[in-house]
């Protein structure tokens, strides 16, 4: 592997054509394997949308992401589904089926590895059912496998979400917001379990969060966006009160969440 | 990559320039088209009213002039509204017509709009060009409405206004229609007797028709359910097509704007009037099967605008989630899409079988096979008892099927 990263983005630029609204403006920077990577900025700083350019639910306008060495911009679009199993994703809204119990919500992690004809019928292999029943333990949620999904609480779904995304076995993990529709002490539960998967199972984790307590205490390393731009790229600790306010504004003032 | 997307090819193109122009038709005459209402209505309410009073309600008419000259005239005077004046069109579709940098119109600016209109508009020709050519020719656009809250707002903007006009329009409305209709109006109390007869004959019975309308009654049942069942089928697929989130692209855009052009017009037309149709169509040997063919025609496009619609409000989050996954085409609308639909669906369809139930009597009524046709005949030949048999049969058969399915349509949501 070539020392550049594990995952390496040159150049990308995203434009939505509607509006002309510039997203993502030359952005470059690279991760290493086994990093915990915070995004932070303002909303519609294009946080989303590069998480979304990575795994191409957003086609980006011009750049390139690369993830072991691999063009993932370049693909087409059946090589791109096969790239995009490696890369779990969880979102803020938790983007469960909620009329499904959380074991097939589970089992869709598994949708890239398992043939259409299959998955139609809803039949999943027996190791793919062990597999999930192992993730559910993992989020301490194996009891409520045969319960519908939207009778669990915010916090239960999420780890669901994350359920879902470690039945790919991904190298990389895209994670959306995914504390801002929970409060403060589910928050920090919820960014452990990112913490203990992204320690123990060496998956890197590429994280936008809102609350800098949160960043500073989970990052390995921070990055900021401002209007589309790198504004800041560098350890917690370099985050200081000047640094602040040059990404969030002047008038902006720190909350902690414990 | 992108500027790759952007093709010169000359099908895509010729698509572009339509929908262009098309919007461009919309624009231009969508104030048009609520200012000729407004005119046309005021217009005949006038004359009527006024015809009314000087000749009396049996030489009442409602033009007063020849039907072009009042269709001729009603255009004019919206456009001259247009063109001269503020129109309610334009403040309704929140546009004004104004100059360059926002400068009231001039008098020879509005002469020359006024008569671009019939040259560009009217014939639709300049509206293929944008902007449009009489826009051109005057140098007069449509700017959006914008609203100034400094200056005070006349009289009848402020609420009390608003409320005196609202109950002004009301009352005059109230007038006019009273002092036209109230002879009739008289007359349905006065005449209450002439219907005795009916609600004697309701409330007895005949019996001895019962097996025979009840046979009748299964034909009208299952007329409905095989209209609701093909339907359904074809539908199902069609919806996919004509939802806007899902039919990107040029070539999706257009057919799901023909899709619903179709739908919208099948829906239009009642099932009464294709029963007829279909009756002559197959013939009035089988009766029965036109009256399915009117259902099932109008059951297609009711259900295929109800779907789609459904389908236009999915939450895309999960689509994107079972994206995420690497999961193919099919299984994002497997998983992504179809948990979202399936319990709507089947309500929706239960909720159209319900309709179906109850416009199998109507189609029958033209001839179309089934209960319907017993009922018009007994009515006609002032067999009232047997009627009122039938119509107890009817209520309480689609009283039955209302009851079931919404019991069942409020357990699936």
Redesign the interface.
């Known amino acids: 592997m070539e020392q550049s990263g594990h995952l390496a983005i040159k150049n990308l630029t995203k434009v939505y054509e509607r509006g002309q609204v510039v997203a993502l403006k030359d952005l470059s920077f690279s991760v290493k394997k086994g990093e915990f990577l915070v995004v932070i900025g303002l909303s519609g700083s294009g946080k989303s949308t590069l998480l979304r350019c990575i795994n191409r639910l957003i086609e980006p306008t011009s750049g390139s992401v690369s993830l072991d060495g691999v063009d993932v911009t370049s693909l087409p679009s059946s090589r791109m589904r096969r790239m995009r199993r490696g890369m779990g994703m969880v979102f803020q809204h938790f983007n469960l089926i909620s009329r499904s119990t959380v074991l097939t919500n589970v089992l869709t992690g598994r949708l890239g590895y398992t043939p259409v004809w299959k998955s139609m019928a809803g039949w999943f292999s027996k190791a793919d059912h062990e597999l999930a029943m192992k993730s559910l333990e993992r989020v301490g949620l194996e009891e409520k496998a045969y319960v519908r999904a939207d009778e669990l609480s915010g916090g239960q779904q999420q780890r669901v979400g994350i359920a879902r995304a470690l039945m790919q076995q991904p190298s990389l993990l895209l994670v959306d917001e995914p504390v801002s529709a929970l409060d403060p002490a589910t928050s920090n539960s919820i960014m452990q379990y990112f913490e203990e998967i992204n320690q123990s199972d060496d998956i890197t984790v590429l994280t936008s969060l809102h609350f800098l307590s949160l960043a500073r205490r989970y990052g390995t390393r921070i990055i900021a966006l401002k209007g589309g731009e790198l504004v800041f790229d560098g350890l917690p600790s370099d985050i200081d009160d000047s640094r602040f306010k040059e990404i969030y504004g002047e008038e902006a003032e720190e909350v902690e969440v414990r | 990559?992108?500027s790759a997307g952007r093709s010169t090819k000359p099908l895509s193109q010729l698509i572009n320039l339509l929908g262009r122009s098309l919007g461009q038709i919309q624009k231009a005459w969508e104030p048009f088209i609520v200012d000729f209402a407004i005119i046309a209505t005021t217009w005949i309410l006038i004359t009527y009213t006024y015809s009314w009073f000087t000749r009396g309600p049996e030489l009442a008419t409602y033009f007063l002039v020849p039907w072009w000259l009042f269709l001729i005239g009603s255009v004019e005077i919206a456009v001259l509204w247009e063109s001269f004046g503020v129109s309610l069109g334009h403040t309704l579709f929140r546009v004004r017509l104004l100059g360059a940098d926002r400068r009231p119109p001039t008098l020879r600016q509005a002469v020359v709009y006024f008569f671009g209109w019939h040259i560009s508009a009217l014939p639709l020709a300049g509206l293929l060009a944008s902007p449009p050519l009489h826009e051109r020719w005057s140098g007069l656009r449509f700017h959006p409405l914008i609203v100034d809250s400094i200056r005070p707002r006349p009289w009848y903007r402020r609420s009390i206004g608003i409320y005196l006009m609202a109950l002004f329009v009301v009352v005059s409305v109230a007038a006019v229609g009273v002092t036209i209709t109230f002879q009739n109006l008289v007359r349905l109390f006065s005449d209450a007797y002439r219907v005795a007869p009916l609600w004697r004959a309701l409330v007895n019975p005949n019996l001895a028709i019962l097996k025979d309308s009840f046979s009748d009654l299964i034909v009208t049942i299952f007329m409905a359910v095989m209209a609701t069942l093909f339907a359904t089928i074809i539908a199902v697929p069609i919806s996919f097509f004509a939802a806007r989130n899902l039919t990107q692209g040029a070539i999706g855009r257009t057919v799901y704007t023909i899709l619903r052009g179709i739908m919208s017009i099948f829906r239009s037309i009642e099932p009464i009037v294709w029963a007829i149709v279909f009756l002559v169509w197959v013939t009035s040997a089988h009766a029965s099967f036109a009256g399915v063919l009117a259902l099932w025609i109008h059951s297609i496009a009711d259900l295929t605008k109800l779907y789609a619609e459904r389908l236009e409000s999915i939450?895309e989050?999960?689509m994107?989630?079972?994206?995420?996954?690497?999961?193919?085409r099919?299984?994002v609308l497997?998983?992504g899409v179809v948990?979202?639909i399936v319990?709507p669906y089947i309500s929706f369809t239960l909720y159209r079988f319900d309709i179906n139930v109850r416009m199998a009597t109507v189609v029958g009524l033209v001839g179309a096979g089934g209960i319907g046709g017993r009922l018009i005949a007994y009515l006609s030949g002032q067999r009232y008892a047997n009627a009122g048999t039938v119509m107890l049969l009817i209520v309480v058969a689609v009283w039955a099927i209302d009851y079931l399915s919404s019991r069942l349509r409020s357990k699936l949501l």
Request: hydrophobic fraction near 35%; proline fraction near 5%.
């Open positions: 990559m992108s939450d989050g999960l994107e989630a079972i994206s995420a996954t690497g999961a193919s099919f299984q497997r998983y948990p979202q319990n």
